[in-house]
Structures are given as C-alpha cells and as structure tokens.
C-alpha cells in the first residue's frame, strides 16, 4: 500500500529543525511509526525486540547508536529512555538527532526530567478527508481564520457516503477496505482497548467490562457536555454494571493517556449579555468510528437513527477541524451560555484571530444554524475583542456555498487547511 503524506509532515519537518528530538504523540493505529519512518535512517521497536529490556538493564546508550534521525518506536514501553535521549541531545548538541513516537504517556510513578530545550511535541490524529482524498480542500481554514476567501460552488454528497466514512473511521490501515471488515477491525479495536490497553497504560488491573461500559457511556454522549456525573448516571441506566465517581475519574484519566478521549474546551469570550459562560468541555473520542464500534452499530442502524448519526457527524467535522486548525496554529473551542445559545466550534488562532462554526448533518437546519451564528456575533463586545472573521455552517448532505448574508456553507468534502 502506498504512504499517504499527512499533513502534520510541514510541522514535523520544523520541529525536526528546530529541536534534537521530537516526541510525536497520538492514539494506537494513527500512524505515527509510518510517518516517522519517511524520516528516520535508523529504527528501533521497543515493544517488539527482546533484546531492548536486556540492554535497557547493562547498557542503554546502546539504544542510541545509529543512523539520525534514529526513530525510537513505542518509547513508553522503556520510559526511562526518555532521560537517556535527553542527555544524549546535550552531548551532540544537533538537532533533528531522534523521532520517539507513543500511543501512551508513561505511567505517573515514572520519574521523567524535563525535555525543555531538548524535545518538541507533534501530535497525530487518525486521518482526515482531505488527506484520504475525499475532501477537494477549496474551502480552506487558513482562508477562514483571516476572513478571505472567494465565492464557490460545490455539488453535496450523499448521506449514504457519510455514513459509511464514519464506520470506517480515518485509520491508514483501513484505507480501500470493505464496511464489513473495517467494523469487525474497529470492534477488535475496542476489545483490545478493553482487554489489553488500558491495563498497560499504567500497570493497574481494569475490569474490561467497566471499561468497556464507560466507552459505550461515552459513545452514547459523542460532542456533547457530559460531565462525571452524567456519565454515572448514564452507565447505572443503560448497563449492566456500575462505576463509582472514583472509578470512573481514573479510567477517563487513563482513556486520555491512550489519547482516545479528546475534550473540546469551551470558549471565553467576551460578550455584551449577562449570560454566564460554561466551562465543561464536550467529550469526543479520537475517531468517531470508535462509538460506532463500542456501541456495536453499523450503516443500517445508523440510517435509522439520523438524530444520533448527527452527533457523529459533528464529531467527525469537530475531528476535520481539530487537525485542519493544528496547521494554522489555531485550536478548536466550544461556546455555550446559561441562556442557551451554543456554538459547535469556535477556531482560534494564537493572535486571537477565530471563526465560528455550526455543524449541521442535514440541510434542514441551515436556516436555523445562520440565525444562530448571527446572534453569537452580535453579542461579541466588539470594545473589548474583535468580531469573528467567518461565519460558518459546516454540512454534510449540504451544497458548498456562499449566503447572501455573507455566511458560508461548508461541505465537508469541501474543507481543507
């Protein structure tokens, strides 16, 4: 199968400049170790030759000997190399020497030295529509961030097409695979996560049936602001077995350290009303293709359930959006108010620069969703911040084009960075 380039590489290639070793993090399956390896001129699998915990134990600088920049795979599973990388990017004083690439942080009892000066993070998602050549890319972020752009037209897709990217999920080894294997794939993805993953993140015994509740818990609630409590609540009513508050922190905490749970901040503007702003995060797993698997769904039940694709869908665009934003040195909020009004996404570049996004599965909606985006921007105190660059409605079985009001309409086979 031929690499697929990702769009992280330009980031990759100046941190590689820019630092001795960069640390590339993201969940299991992404494709770390492929990207990495288009620049390595040496390997090392830490998880996968016998010799490494011999040698980790008599003489680590071993490791370190190679061809640079020397990839260093799975490095979580011999944490301590990090302290050794360190020391070995003092004493060469180059940069670009070493790619460490994780699915894991390493356990907390694991004593780690500061890598300032030495390291810099890059961190990978599952794959996107542009790079899977599924998005033309016209409408791009970069343009949106800074208020530009020209006026397009783009044809819409079908819901039948959307749905099944969604199962699929954006996983390198699922590319040009049938829906049939891609969920048994994802469903042994989950059992791995269940069984195996979340024992080995930190070496403490998990129930794998609790484990596998709270995903389904989580899954049910995809791009929403769920907190603890909810997510209590939910798994008593809807599974078999229950998890204490205690309980539960700890396997969301380890679900993070897998980087198969991301939470979507909330944004803090400032703005005209006296409505208080609310700080809980939405919830989202690294792949919406994971919620799919956990709840054991599949195309024809997600057909019946439009409501809840929706929240995959937003998911999904939420996903695009994060790694989209990544590349424009933006991240991607959410807004929420005591009186009710919610924004899905507010892009925000480190100038201060951001555009407001609504993510609507549906036509149905548009109207609605513009009305919205126009409140929001009205209530922004323009004395104290500047108004958002865009307004935007991203859509799936939408067209891509440009309202007479000057909002944008977004498939998302038509966004790219």
């Known amino acids: 199968m031929r690499y697929i380039k990702r769009l992280v590489?330009?980031?990759?290639?100046?941190?590689?400049?820019a630092s001795g070793a960069v640390l590339i993090k993201g969940p299991k399956s992404c494709g770390k170790t492929e990207t990495a390896s288009q620049y390595a001129k040496s390997e090392l699998k830490m998880d996968r030759d016998p010799q490494v915990s011999v040698i980790m134990a008599t003489n680590p600088q071993l490791l370190l000997q190679g061809e640079t920049p020397r990839l260093i795979d799975e490095w979580q599973e011999q944490p301590e190399i990090?302290?050794?990388?360190?020391?070995?990017?003092?004493?060469?004083?180059?940069k670009g020497q070493f790619?460490?690439?994780?699915?894991?942080?390493?356990?907390?009892n694991v004593r780690l030295h500061s890598?300032?000066?030495?390291?810099?993070?890059?961190?990978?998602?599952?794959?996107?529509?542009q790079e899977l050549g599924y998005s033309s890319g016209t409408v791009k972020l970069s343009d949106l961030l800074i208020g530009a752009g020209n006026d397009y037209y783009e044809p819409s897709i079908s819901l039948d097409f959307i749905i099944e990217r969604i199962c699929i999920g954006g996983w390198p080894t699922l590319i040009n695979e049938n829906i049939k294997n891609a969920l048994n794939m994802n469903r042994g993805y989950i059992d791995l996560l269940c069984e195996v993953d979340m024992i080995r993140v930190s070496g403490v015994r998990r129930n794998p049936y609790k484990v596998r509740s709270l995903l389904r818990s989580l899954s049910r609630n995809i791009a929403t602001l769920v907190d603890n409590k909810t997510l209590e609540k939910?798994?008593?009513?809807?599974?078999?077995?229950?998890?204490?508050?205690?309980t539960l922190s700890d396997y969301l905490e380890a679900l993070s350290k897998l980087m198969i749970l991301y939470e979507q901040p909330s944004f803090n503007p400032h703005i005209r009303s006296s409505a208080s702003l609310r700080k809980s995060p939405k919830r989202h797993l690294c792949d919406?293709?994971?919620?799919?698997?956990?709840?054991?769904?599949?195309?024809?039940?997600?057909m019946k359930d439009i409501k809840y694709t929706g929240f995959l869908f937003e998911s999904l665009a939420t996903h695009e959006?994060?790694?989209?934003?990544?590349?424009?040195?933006?991240?991607?909020?959410?807004?929420?108010d005591s009186y009710g009004?919610?924004?899905?996404?507010?892009v925000q570049k480190r100038n201060g620069d951001y555009a407001a996004f609504e993510i609507k599965l549906g036509v149905g909606f548009i109207n609605e969703a513009a009305e919205n985006l126009k409140k929001f921007a009205a209530n922004i105190d323009t004395e104290k911040m500047e108004s958002p660059k865009s307004l935007n409605i991203i859509t799936g079985t939408g067209m891509s084009y440009r309202r007479p009001d000057g909002i944008n309409v977004i498939s998302l086979a038509s966004l790219g960075i």
């Open 234 to 246: 939910d798994v008593k009513i809807n599974e078999t077995n229950e998890l204490s508050r205690n």
């Open 321 to 336: 959006l994060n790694v989209y934003a990544k590349t424009n040195d933006a991240i991607v909020y959410h807004y929420n």
């Open 115 to 129: 890598g300032a000066g030495r390291f810099t993070v890059l961190q990978m998602d599952t794959m996107t529509w």
């Open 288 to 302: 919406p293709s994971l919620a799919v698997a956990a709840l054991g769904l599949d195309k024809e039940s997600l």
């Open 341 to 346: 009004y919610e924004v899905d996404a507010i």
């Open 82 to 94: 990090w302290n050794y990388v360190r020391h070995e990017v003092d004493k060469r004083k180059s």
């Open 99 to 108: 790619l460490l690439t994780g699915s894991a942080n390493p356990p907390e």
């Open 9 to 17: 590489e330009d980031d990759l290639v100046a941190k590689m400049a």
